[in-house]
């Protein structure tokens, strides 16, 4: 079965300091990877997928198939960022829902 | 626009009642997730729907768990004889189809505490 493993329960960073918040998967196949994210008081949303290689906020994300992560960055944290970020796969080929690690809080102190 | 909406926004039952939650997507989208968000799991899932296939059931924790969805909309999520471990928040998600590119948004959960 699948896994995501979000090492970091809680991470602060000072702003402007860079940030990244880590993730590695287990699944046999190729799956797609996402991060999703929570701020306070608000649904969960999704911040940025693989499959669009996009830069969301300035979050960037690079899948290393070798080393099975995902890691989520940014050269320079903002107070706006602190919230709880969730690494999450698909596997797909009929399976579309999503597998969730248990997610890192950042903290940005000013 | 109307996201997704999920009804009562807060839940307390007795250890051993039924609940049923609900859960409106956003209208047109084809695809809907009920998942569950607890303090020692995380975010799991439970179910799905895809059109009008079969749901994949394979998350649900137990034969208590059931949901449907009616009309290809609404859908309700019941839980019978509910145990304190089904405290959770419940959350439901829809997408326009399913698939890679299809992004699934969430609603804002069920926030559920059996007693």
Not at chain 1, 47 to 60: A, M, N, V, Y
Not at chain 1, 62 to 90: I, R
Not at chain 2, 48 to 56: I, K, V
Not at chain 2, 74 to 101: F, H, K, M, N, P
């Amino acid at each position: 079965a699948q896994r995501v493993t979000q090492p970091e329960k809680l991470l602060s960073v000072f702003k402007g300091a860079p940030v990244e918040l880590k993730c590695n998967y287990s699944y046999s196949g190729s799956p797609e990877l996402f991060w999703y994210v929570q701020y306070s008081r608000q649904r969960l949303q999704l911040l940025l997928r693989h499959i669009s290689r996009e830069s969301i906020k300035g979050f960037t994300a690079d899948l290393n198939k070798g080393e099975t992560s995902f890691h989520l960055k940014k050269p320079f944290a903002q107070e706006e960022d602190s919230a709880m970020y969730y690494c999450a796969l698909m596997i797909g080929a009929g399976s579309y829902q999503l597998t969730f690690g248990k997610g890192t809080k950042l903290s940005v102190i000013p | 626009g109307a996201g997704v909406s999920q009804s009562p926004s807060n839940k307390v039952t007795e250890k051993g009642k039924d609940v049923e939650l609900r859960c409106d997507p956003i209208s047109g989208h084809t695809a809907l997730y009920w998942y569950r968000q607890s303090l020692g799991q995380g975010l799991e899932f439970l179910i799905y729907f895809q059109g009008n296939s079969a749901p994949d059931k394979s998350g649900l924790p137990s034969d208590r768990f059931s949901a449907e969805r009616t009309g290809g909309s609404v859908s309700t999520l019941t839980i019978q004889r509910t145990q304190q471990e089904d405290s959770a928040v419940y959350l439901c998600a829809s997408s326009l189809g399913w698939g890679y590119q299809d992004e699934q948004y969430f609603g804002p959960g069920t926030r559920l505490t059996v007693t």
